[in-house]
């Protein structure tokens, strides 16, 4: 239908072009007859105006002309204006169709108007209310943004009242004195823990008052005069009960360390007394200090003199050094009742006072090792002393810092206020006792002892007695390395002619060296000290030399290498069992040793098998030297060598084994040697195969009365000894 249109207005145009001015009859807009003719009223035409624009027709023309049914119509050859009819004839057909349509439908229509009339009244209706709750909601937020001002303003009106409540409750409160505290202060017994729950509340109102009193409160008067008063009453009753403990303390066999303990219960009484009444706490402070200084210089000054009295009647002498001779009367190695003599070079079971288990036990009670009969010797004494010092010391360092309230420098001063007499008596005591102590060992064992307590103080936090500690050493080390070097001296001075009879066995001396070296390095493992090796060392150069100037004044070679190895042997088997196997002394005399040993096993095949010894050694030479045509005038030596090796050579390993046996006091040392004898005369009669082997020597009759090496080396193991 819209084609039809198009093409229809696409005729009006083409017929208006034409200049067409007749029209055709058109019907009425109800098609009920022919209409009125009339011109068409174009009017006057102005094709050069801007209304008419003949462009613009032509355009909407030649998109018309495009159209299909247009396209179809031209093809055909139809009648424009037949077919226009024809479209118009059609489109008024079609309007009188919808005017029937629109007027069948006019009762619905009508109604629909209403509708829409009505939803259009109801909608403006509408339109008005919600006007009106607009207009209301704008009044109801103004309402609630005061409202919100209003409560902002009323809960900070709040705060500011539970602010100011809250401080007044605090000031009232601390202020307020109840009848419960001053009930408590008054009447209860210092012990109850209602007097020590109300004495805490009581400092805490006393602090409380000065701070606001401080800000100017003029309250704090009203309340002044009950805590003064109760506070009085407070200090007056802590008083006499501190003071009732510090005097118990002086009471004969009191065990101080109870009432200590159950001051620290109380420890906050004298924190009162700190805050409130600094002079009373000076004054049980210092009669605290005078009481416990005196009763600690009591009991170490009587201890102490008990303790000595159980020390080893025979002790160490200026002359008993390890150089000195060993004589009826100073005999070291002698056999005296081990029970009641301290051993002066030798560790033994001493060395046990610095293991951990010994080292802590518990002190000696003097009366019962009297009534035991039991001796021991310095370090024993010395451990017992100091162990005591370090327990009691510790406890009462801990005792000032805790209920005395101090720390650092005031709580070391304070320490030293109370033991200080007791620590000086101690160290004199040790000065004079060292001034004629002349036991190294008992020395070092001192000196061990004090660095493992000065461990266990570090450990326990009590820095206080680090002074002490150092002060001791101080008075040890000197001494010891006095003793060490008189030691060395006396080696140093010994004449070997002065010692009387001499043999090859181990010399006293050298076993003095050997049991007090060992004794020293095996302590000093645990903690070495460089100065102590240093002075060991020299110790051990001066008793070689000595070990020499003795072997010296033997005759013969032999004898003095038995000598040698005999002294040798005893230190190196003492150090090893004492000492680590790698120290620097085991080390130094295992090489003496073996030195000495080569050298006495090539002495002692030296007189059976000298000739023997002499002949390989110059035929190796001459073989190596090119020079082995010489061997030939040797072949009667060589015979001679041969035959006289075979006749005697049992009957010398018999002599050389006994030999050996008899020389050496350690068996397994015997043994050694023997077993090395034996092993090297089956190399040198080896090497002598080998020259023998020599094209010069090989056609030697004499060869066949060699001995074979194989059975040579079996009948040589049936002179081993066993033990």
């Known amino acids: 239908m819209a084609a039809a249109a198009t093409l229809a207005a696409a005729a009006r145009e083409l017929v208006l072009r034409a200049g067409t ?97 009505a939803c259009d009244a109801v909608l403006e209706r509408m339109e008005q209310m919600l006007g009106a709750f607009q207009s209301d909601l704008s009044s109801i937020s103004s309402e609630i943004r005061t409202l919100q001002e209003q409560s902002g303003a009323m809960n900070i009106r709040l705060r500011n009242r539970q602010a100011v409540r809250g401080k007044l409750g605090e000031l009232v409160d601390g202020l307020v004195v109840p009848s419960a505290l001053v009930t408590a202060i008054l009447e209860a017994p210092v012990t109850e823990p209602r007097f020590l729950e109300q004495l805490q509340e009581l400092d805490a109102k006393a602090a409380a008052v000065r701070e606001q009193e401080a800000r100017g409160t003029a309250a704090c008067a009203d309340v002044r005069g ?72 009591s009991y170490y000054r009587s201890y102490l003199g008990r303790l000595m009295k159980v020390q080893y009647e025979e002790v160490a002498e200026k002359d008993d050094l390890m150089g000195v001779e060993d004589t009826a009367k100073k005999g070291f190695f002698s056999k005296p009742s081990l029970r009641s003599r301290n051993t002066i070079f030798t560790l033994g079971t001493r060395g046990s006072v610095i293991s951990p288990t010994e080292l802590e036990a518990p002190i000696l009670v003097p009366h019962t090792a009297q009534r035991g009969e039991q001796r021991y010797p310095f370090e024993a004494l010395f451990r017992s002393q100091h162990y005591a010092l370090l327990d009691n010391s510790c406890r009462e360092y801990l005792f ?89 001296q006396s080696v140093r001075s010994t004449d070997p002619q002065r010692l009387g009879g001499l043999d090859t066995r181990p010399h006293y001396i050298t076993r003095r060296y050997a049991e007090f070296s060992s004794a020293l390095v095996s ?35 032999k004898e003095q290498l038995v000598f040698l190895i005999n002294n040798y042997d005893m230190m190196l088997g003492v150090l090893m069992e004492r000492a680590a196997d790698d120290s620097k002394e085991v080390e130094s005399f295992q090489q003496l040793l073996n030195a000495r040993t080569q050298e006495f096993i090539e002495e002692l095949l030296s007189p059976p098998f000298g000739g023997l010894v002499a002949f390989v050694k110059e035929a190796e030479a001459l073989i190596e030297r090119g020079q082995a045509e010489r061997l030939r005038g040797e072949e009667a030596r060589v015979t001679q060598l041969i035959r006289g090796f075979g006749s005697s050579w049992k009957s010398s390993v018999e002599s050389l084994s006994q030999d050996v046996m008899r020389s050496f006091t350690n068996f397994r040392n015997g043994t050694s040697i023997i077993q090395g004898a034996l092993t090297q005369l089956i190399q040198l009669y080896h090497r002598f195969h080998r020259v023998l082997s020599q094209p010069q020597l090989r056609a030697l009759p004499a060869r066949a009365e060699l001995i074979n090496i194989h059975h040579l080396m079996v009948e040589l193991k049936k002179h081993k000894p066993n033990f």
């Open 21 to 117: 001015s007749d029209m055709e009859e058109e019907e009425g807009p109800l098609g009920g007859g022919p209409g009125l003719q009339e011109p068409l009223q174009l009017g006057e035409l102005d094709i050069t105006s801007n209304e008419f624009i003949l462009d613009e027709v032509d355009v909407h023309i030649q998109a018309n002309l495009e159209d299909e049914l247009v396209k179809e119509a031209l093809k055909t050859g139809v009648d424009l204006r037949h077919y226009s009819k024809q479209v118009e004839l059609e489109l008024q057909q079609i309007e009188q169709k919808s005017i029937r349509d629109y007027i069948q439908e006019s009762e619905n229509i009508a109604s629909l108007h209403n509708q829409i009339t």
């Open 226 to 297: 009950v805590l003064d008063r109760l506070r009085v009453k407070a200090v007056t009753k802590i008083r006499e009960f501190i003071l009732q403990k510090i005097y118990s303390f002086r009471k004969p066999m009191t065990n101080y360390q109870i009432p200590q303990t159950a001051l620290l219960k109380y420890r906050f009484f004298y924190q009162f007394l700190l805050g409130n009444e600094r002079a009373t706490a000076k004054e049980i402070r210092d009669e605290y200090v005078e009481t416990l200084s005196k009763i600690y210089l």
């Open 400 to 488: 000032i810092c805790e209920f005395f309230v101090v720390s650092g420098p005031a709580a070391h001063d304070l320490f030293h206020a109370v033991m200080g007499r007791t620590l000086n008596m101690t160290l004199k005591h040790l000065e004079s006792y060292l001034a004629d102590c002349y036991d190294a060992i008992a020395v070092f064992l001192c000196i061990h002892i004090v660095l493992r307590f000065r461990n266990i103080a570090a450990k326990r936090d009590v820095p206080a007695l680090d002074r002490y500690w150092e002060q001791v050493l101080a008075l040890l080390w000197p001494r010891f390395e006095l003793i060490l070097e008189m030691n060395v």
């Open 523 to 557: 302590i000093n493992q645990t903690i070495p000290n460089e100065r102590t090796i240093q002075l060991l060392g020299q110790l051990q150069v001066e008793v070689e030399n000595f070990v020499l100037r003795v072997a010296a004044e033997f005759s013969s070679r």
